[in-house]
Every structure is written in C-alpha cells, then in structure tokens.
C-alpha cells in the first residue's frame, strides 16, 4: 500500500522508484528506478535445480543495521501450506534471515538469484533457522507478467479441490495414493462447462501426474487464460479424459464466517449436534437460497467429527455420496451406513463444497 518507495543503494545513493505492479498471492512486487546509472543486474539462476544440503547466502538489511550477509544451506525445497502467501511453494533455508531481510537475496556460491527472501518461522520474531524465500523461477514468472501487462494473469478452472487422505482413499475406494478430489464444481465455470463433477479425481494435467491439491493448484495457475488443460480423471472407478478451456483467475474475497443459533437437537455418535437449515440461517451463513442440508450446530471436542474437522456452521449435504435435505434424512443415512467404514459426508462451507471422511 506504500505510495512511495525510495531505493538506497551501495554508496548511500538513494532515488526515487516507480511501483509497476505488484502480487499479493506471491509477495511480489516489481519497481523501476529511472534515474540511477551503472546498476549491474544479478545473474537470475534456476531454483528447480537448488538441492538440499547446498550452500546459499542470504542478502538484506537485518533490523536497520547495514547491509548483511549471511550463510546457510538449503534446508528444503517446496515448502508449502504454511498460510505465508496464496502461492506457498518456498525454498527454505538456516541461513540468518531476520526482519528487514525481505526482498533480500538469496544467492548460490556463484553469486546467482535463486530466491528472495520472505519470511520466517519464529516464536521470537527473530532467526531461529527456519527461514523462506520465493523461488526465481517463481518470482521471475511474475516479473515478466508485470513487466509485460502490469499485472498477473492466472488460469482457473471453478473448482474447488481436497487431498486424497487415507481416510478419504478408503471411503471412495480408491487404491491410488496420488491426485486430486474435487468437491465442488463453480455452476456455469470452466469446469461445469467441461463436464468436471464433483467426485472425481484429478490423476494427470497434460500428461503430468497430479501429486496433490496444491500440485493441481499450482499447475492450473501458471497456464494461461484461454488455454487449454487435458485431464485425466477418475470417475466412478474408470478413468476419461476431459479437456478444460480455462479462465481467468479472480482475485479471492475473504468471507467471515457468521456464528448460527443454538440448536435443540439431540447429538449424534459423531459427536454432532444438526438441526434443520432456515432461510434466516442461510441468509446468516451467506448460502444459496435453495442451499439443502443439515446445519451442524455444535461440535463435541474430541469426538470422530472434531478430529476430521468439521466445525460448527458446516451444512452436511451428503452420506456416503447419497444427498441429505434435512436432519431426519441425516439422521437415516447415518445409521444405514457400515459401522466398520469411514462415513464420507459432503459439507458446504460459507458456499464452498468439501469432502469429510470420519472414522468411527
């Protein structure tokens, strides 16, 4: 949000810089300085080729005090789901990196960029070896788009996709430890238009294997709008090819999230207490008018649900893949199932669609 960035370089010159753009998702930004004269660029390096265990130096203004440089190695690659950036795919490092070190280099011995440094793991607020830098690859794929059309274009496919846990794997049957479950499809999106359904899972995206959900992420993010993305997915135990003309990514509104009544029902063997949807409960909780389901009111600490993760405010709209519209329905589809299975509920929360599997 700065309106005004001054860049100070070797010998206390300092000159005014132009922002050209920037990227949140990322933690991004590209500048221009006009004026400044004899600046040499750094050699751009290739972060998919970084290995553990390699030396790299670390490149900043730690706490004001004057430039600093400090050495470490490559602690890991990839490092993701840590709630950093919306684009988690950091190399990680022991070298010291402590506030003012952002937007520092990260530097191979030759003295190439193969990463910016962004953050670290602390209960101190300062170096405890557990430091984050973007990767270049990364960082240079976002310059180019700045550079070229003042912004960052993604592709999007109107999905919404969950890791395949053992607890999911079991529940659908499935053998194979690697893809990506679909557990809600945007009506009218890329992917309703493509024939995608929820249920089926992702296992390759132009004839490169799907690890997981941030894999599936990530790749689908670095296509283009406009493109085209061939899918190989599982459906119901067979495997088809789809082909998805993607669209552009919107940026992301946060939702809060809006605490429903107390119910008078009675708690079920999840250790759930549901009741009945209103239309004033769904007005509070932001759903659809027609959204149908049971609202899960209360959850009991420690019981099957708590420990999959349902909370209070998801709506349960299905059981082992059969719908349910109200309680009563709920309550039918529980005891019918096996007792010696996960039970697999579709929930819907604040609008978006997730798969739960809860072992009993």
């Known amino acids: ?170 529940a659908f049957r499935l053998s194979q430890d690697q893809g990506a479950l679909i557990s809600g499809v945007e009506e009218g999106g890329p992917a309703d238009s493509a ?7 992702v296992l390759s995206l132009n004839g490169q294997p799907v690890q997981d959900s941030r894999d599936l992420r990530f790749k689908i993010a670095s296509l283009r709008p406009g493109s085209t993305a061939r899918l190989q997915v599982l459906r119901e135990g067979q495997r088809r090819e789809i082909n998805v003309q993607l669209g552009e990514r919107p940026e992301s509104e946060a939702d809060s999230p809006v605490s429903p009544e107390e119910p008078e029902s009675s708690s079920s063997a999840l250790g759930i207490q549901v009741q009945d949807l209103t239309q004033e409960i769904r007005q509070q909780l932001q759903l659809e ?24 405010g998801d709506v349960i709209q299905e059981v082992n893949r059969k719908p349910v519209r109200r309680v009563q329905e709920l309550r039918q589809a529980l005891s019918s199932a096996g007792k010696d299975q996960p039970v697999l509920l579709l929930i819907n929360r604040l609008g978006s669609t997730t798969y739960v599997a809860i072992e009993r």
Do not use: C, H, W
């Open 195 to 201: 024939g995608l359904e929820r249920g089926d899972v």
């Open 1 to 170: 949000s700065s309106t005004e960035v001054l860049v100070l370089f070797g010998k206390n010159e300092e000159y005014k810089a132009k922002i050209l753009g920037t990227d949140p998702q990322t933690d991004i930004a590209v500048l221009k300085v006009d004026k400044a004269k004899n600046l040499k660029p750094i050699t751009l390096g290739d972060s998919s080729k970084v290995r553990i265990g390699e030396f790299v130096l670390a490149i900043g203004n730690p706490f004001g005090v004057g430039r600093t440089v400090t050495m470490g190695i490559i602690s890991a690659t990839g490092r993701g789901e840590l709630g950093i950036t919306g684009y988690d795919d950091f190399i990680q490092t022991d070298a010291a990196i402590n506030p003012g070190n952002s937007g520092g280099a990260l530097v191979s011995p030759d003295g190439r960029l193969v990463g910016i440094n962004t953050a670290i793991l602390s209960r101190s607020a300062g170096n405890v070896g557990i430091g984050f830098a973007v990767p270049v690859n990364m960082a240079r794929n976002v310059m180019d788009q700045i550079v070229k059309q003042g912004k960052v274009v993604r592709g999007f496919m109107g999905v919404n996709i969950q890791d395949l846990t053992p607890a999911i794997r079991s």
């Open 289 to 312: 008018p027609g959204t149908q389901g049971a609202l899960v009111a209360a959850v009991q600490p420690g019981s099957p649900a708590a420990e999959a993760g349902l909370t209070r």
